[in-house]
Every structure is written in structure tokens, then in C-alpha cells.
């Protein structure tokens, strides 16, 4: 393994299969401290079980199994504790899904399940992450409302929150905006583009002009393989593999 | 185009089949309870409730029998409950998907296909003969929680099938252990149907009267339960035993007994539905 002093996560030929089905193929990837890798590719290239198998929510899938290694600052995260691990690589789902509890409590919920009891620390806590993810003023006067009831956009950013709450270091966004309207979707993004200064984000997304928006980096994936992966601005004046071309130009996928 | 069947015709004959399809399952219930209430309402009363019979059962209440009843009922209830629901979040949340799963879940579904004089006589066999309970409310409570544990396990995996699976999963993905996922996620959403499933499990052992036949049921007991290991009287056996093995015994008294019976029965279930609406209404999503 060879990492240098600014990679965050070093992925070491990694093969992923599902039921004996191979959906990623020999994966060598690093993701730096502090980027936002975006992942592009078309459905069932196997974006979305890398991201899983990245906080090991794979794990949870019987049929899941793996060769290779994921490094996390030179530890290797299949040697880690899964919940340690995913305390410090977060995770966005497509679909925002709020617990059915009040908006306090979502971003409570793990805080306090982890061992922060302290009532007070809680409310900073709590104040702290809506601010972050953008959503504190327009929940602040109705934190105890249930988080079920508010809007697609809303309930994405209370789940950014939620996660900025137990203070990772990685957060994997997955298709986080597929379900949003423009507008919130550019608040996801002026989030991301903001938390990129605290935490290193890898995200995964359906939509080209999204990644080149906010990409730091640009890995394209085809058929469980990572064709290419370079700067945001390389890949889409000058990518180097004519399928990356076809997909961003929109002439496949 | 010629047809010689009238569509509106069919319909009409459909439409009257079904709705005496549905007549006919709700006239026998209803001619149930209207002979019940008819004859046995003059024998209500609150001593009736609240004193022990007398003159061989021909006369006075019925009262050791209604304290009987709740004993052996909240015992079962007590053992069943906590274990049934514990299996049932092991076999949802936990057990993987293997040949040992497979026979364990079918061999619950198989459970509770038993008649339930088989669970009295097998409850008579071990806990009364073998582990010596003798015939007493402890052991027709077990007898009974061993036959309702299936249907609990069958309810209470339903209630936390129906937690949807995302909970979980954007549980588990803040750092969140499976077991705490449980507790504070799945359980407490779970709970509205683990609750109904469990009162209306109450109302239906309430009225069984096999199982506790050989395990816990007496001719006559002169005085209340002191302790579990106590014969009881049991207003299903007491039932029985008015009707058909006193002589001279008054109509009245009987359909009373069937009557407070029923109204124990149907209670409990007055409670479940109005449970599930109340749940249903303040759930979250």
C-alpha cells in the first residue's frame, strides 16, 4: 500500500459481488483530504455499492462478500469496529429519510445513543449542525414539530445535519439530490460546497452537471469499473477515454 | 352486436350473492349474542360479580371464577408475552436467512395449527406430572402461554415487519448498533401492533377451555386463589360445568355466565380496535 500524506481513503483492488455477481471489478482509488470526489457513471456501474462498501452498510446485505482493502487514514476499515466506522465516515441516502421523531431528536438521536448526555451540550449541538446544513432558520422555531412533516428539501438537509451531528470525517453522498427540485438542490450544494473545508465528501450522482459543479475530483464508473478518475475540470474539457467523453456529452447513459 | 346476456343482470346477481355471503357471516354472530344478552341479562348483577356461588352453583355469583379466569390469563400473558416478542425480533432482525431459520419459523406456523386440547394434555403431562406444579394457575398459564406464543411471535413479527427498513438502515449508517436500532427505532414503532396483538391474544385465551381442562380448572373451589400453585375455578370450565353437569341448574345463572364471558372477551377486543385507531392516528409516517 502506498498512501501519501494527503489521502484520506486508499481503496486497494477492490472486488465487490452480490449473490456470486460481480458489480465492482478491481478498484484502485484515493479519495484527499478535504475533496469532494464525485462519482459519475450510469445505473448498475456499481457507484452506489462502492459507496456502501465504503461505511460497510454492505455488511448488512447477506449476499454481500468482498476481496481488497479500504484504508481509512492507513487503518483498514475491514479491521475496524463497523459502528467506529461509521462514526466517521457518515452517509446521505437518495431518498431523505427523517425518523419518525421530531426534528430535535433526529439530530439528537445519535449524540445521545453514543453517550453524549449532557441536556446542554445537546442544544449546542443541535443549533450547531442545523446551521451548518443550512436549515436552522427556517426549523428554529419549531424544533419539537415532527421532521416526518416537512419538505423533500428540508428533510435532506436535516439529514446532512444528522450527520454533521456525530462529527465524521468522511460524508458519502448518494444521489443525494435525485429526488429535489432545483432550488433545494442548490442549497444541498452550497452545503457541500461549504462542509468540503471540514470533511472530505464523496459523492455519487446521477446528474453530470452536478459533479461538475461541485467536484473537486471526477471518478467515471462503467459496468463495475473505474474508467477514469481526474480533476473535475479535466474530465470535462479533456478526458482521456472516449467512453468518458460519450457519457458526458450525453451520448450514452 | 346481439347479446343475450343482460350485463346488468349479472351484475345485479353478483352483487346479491356477495352481499348474502356477508349477511350470512354476521346473522350467526349477531343471533349468538342476542339469545345470550336475552337470557342471561336478568342474572346480571353486582352480586352476581362479587360473590361465590352457592346451593351446589345453583345460586349466588360467580366470582371465583371471573378471579380465576384473570389469573391464569394475566399469568400467561406475562410468561408469553416478553418471550414472544424477544423471539420475534431475533427471527425479524437478527436470524439469517438459513435451513435452521426456515424449520424454526415453520415450525412455528405449525404450532399453531395444534388443537388445543393437544396443548392440554401435553401441559398436563409436563408441568402439572412432571415438573409437579400440580393442577394450578401456573400451570394452565404456562399451557396457555405455550399455545399463544406462536400467534404472538406471527403478530409481533408483522408489527416489526411493517417498521420500514430505511429506519434502520439510516440508523445503522450514523454508527448506531443494530440492538440500540432496535430499542429506539423499530421497538417503539413496533409497539402499537405488538399491543394489539397482544390484547386480542388475552381475549382468545380467555375463553379457551381445553388446555386448562386437565391443568388448572376446579369443580368447585370454596375459597379465592392464595397462591399460583393454587387450583382455580375458570369461567370457560365453570361454563361447561353448569350446563351440563348440574341438574336443575337455571337457565338465567348459565347465560349469565356466558354473558360476562363475553363481554370480557369482547371488551378486550373493543380495546384493541380502539388502540389501533388511536395508534394509527398519532403515527408519524
Redesign the interface.
Known amino acids: 500500500m502506498v498512501t501519501k500524506e494527503n489521502d484520506k481513503i486508499t481503496v486497494e483492488n477492490l472486488n465487490c459481488f452480490y449473490s456470486g455477481k460481480q458489480v465492482l471489478k478491481n478498484l484502485n482509488l484515493t479519495v484527499e483530504k478535504n475533496e469532494i470526489l464525485s462519482i459519475i457513471g450510469p445505473s448498475n456501474s456499481g457507484k452506489t455499492s462502492f459507496l456502501r462498501t465504503l ?1 460497510r ?1 454492505n455488511d ?1 446485505n ?1 449476499n454481500f462478500s468482498r476481496e481488497g482493502n479500504i484504508y481509512l487514514d492507513k487503518e483498514n476499515i475491514f479491521d475496524m469496529n463497523p ?5 466517521r465516515v ?2 446521505l ?1 437518495a ?1 431523505p ?5 421530531s426534528i430535535y431528536d433526529n439530530i439528537a ?2 449524540p445521545r ?2 453517550g453524549l448526555k449532557n441536556r446542554k451540550n445537546m442544544d449546542e449541538v443541535v443549533e450547531q449542525s442545523l446551521k451548518d446544513a443550512y436549515l436552522w432558520d427556517e426549523v428554529k422555531d419549531r424544533l419539537n414539530a ?1 421532521a ?1 412533516k416537512m419538505s423533500g428539501g428540508q428533510q435532506q438537509r436535516l ?1 446532512i445535519a ?2 454533521l451531528a ?1 462529527e465524521p470525517e468522511v460524508i458519502l453522498f448518494d444521489e443525494p439530490c435525485s429526488g429535489l427540485d432545483p432550488i433545494s438542490t442548490a442549497k444541498v450544494e452550497e452545503a457541500m460546497l461549504k462542509l468540503k473545508q471540514k470533511y472530505t465528501i464523496v459523492l455519487v450522482t446521477n446528474n453530470v452537471k452536478q459533479a461538475s459543479r461541485v467536484g473537486t475530483r471526477t471518478a467515471f464508473f462503467l459496468m463495475g469499473e473505474l474508467v477514469e478518475v481526474d480533476t473535475t475540470k479535466k474530465i470535462f474539457v479533456s478526458p482521456q477515454n472516449k467512453k468518458t467523453e460519450d457519457y458526458i456529452t450525453g451520448r450514452f447513459g | 352486436m346481439n347479446f343475450n346476456l343482460n350485463p346488468n343482470l349479472s351484475q345485479k346477481i353478483a352483487y346479491t350473492f356477495l352481499a348474502m355471503a356477508t349477511i350470512i357471516v354476521i346473522v350467526p354472530v349477531l343471533t349468538v349474542i342476542f339469545i345470550i344478552v336475552k337470557n342471561g341479562w336478568s342474572a346480571l348483577s353486582w352480586e352476581f360479580l362479587t360473590t361465590m356461588p352457592t346451593d351446589g352453583m345453583r345460586a349466588g355469583g360467580i366470582l371465583p371464577a371471573i378471579i380465576g379466569t384473570l389469573a391464569i390469563v394475566s399469568c400467561a400473558i406475562c410468561i408469553t408475552l416478553p418471550i414472544g416478542v424477544c423471539a420475534a425480533i431475533y427471527l425479524n432482525e437478527y436470524a439469517k436467512d438459513n435451513l435452521l431459520t426456515r424449520i424454526i419459523k415453520l415450525a412455528i406456523v405449525n404450532l399453531a395449527g395444534v388443537p388445543s386440547v393437544v396443548y392440554g394434555l401435553f401441559g398436563l403431562g409436563v408441568f402439572v406430572m412432571l415438573l409437579d406444579f400440580g393442577v394450578s394457575i401456573i400451570a394452565g398459564a404456562l399451557t396457555l402461554s405455550i399455545m399463544e406464543l406462536p400467534v404472538i411471535i406471527t403478530t409481533a413479527r408483522g408489527a416489526l415487519n411493517s417498521v420500514p427498513y430505511q429506519f434502520r438502515e439510516a440508523s445503522w449508517s450514523l454508527g448506531v448498533s443494530k440492538w440500540q436500532t432496535i430499542r429506539r427505532v423499530v421497538l417503539p414503532n413496533a409497539l402499537p401492533g405488538i399491543m394489539t396483538g397482544a390484547i386480542l391474544s388475552i381475549s382468545r385465551i380467555s375463553g379457551e377451555t381445553a388446555p386448562i381442562l386437565f391443568t388448572a380448572a376446579a369443580f368447585y373451589v370454596p375459597h379465592l386463589p392464595q397462591s399460583p400453585f393454587d387450583q382455580v375455578m375458570a369461567l370457560p370450565y365453570h361454563l361447561y360445568i353448569i350446563s351440563t353437569q348440574i341438574p336443575n341448574m337455571p337457565k338465567n345463572i348459565i347465560f349469565g355466565t356466558a354473558l360476562v364471558l363475553l363481554l370480557m372477551v369482547l371488551s378486550m377486543s373493543l380495546i384493541a380496535i380502539i388502540a389501533r385507531i388511536y395508534f394509527r392516528k398519532i403515527r408519524k409516517w
Open positions: 461505511n452498510m448488512m447477506v459502528e467506529k466506522l461509521r462514526t457518515g452517509m441516502f431518498m429519510i427523517p425518523l419518525p421523531m438521536y445519535a445513543v453514543l415532527s416526518i439529514c444528522r450527520i456525530i
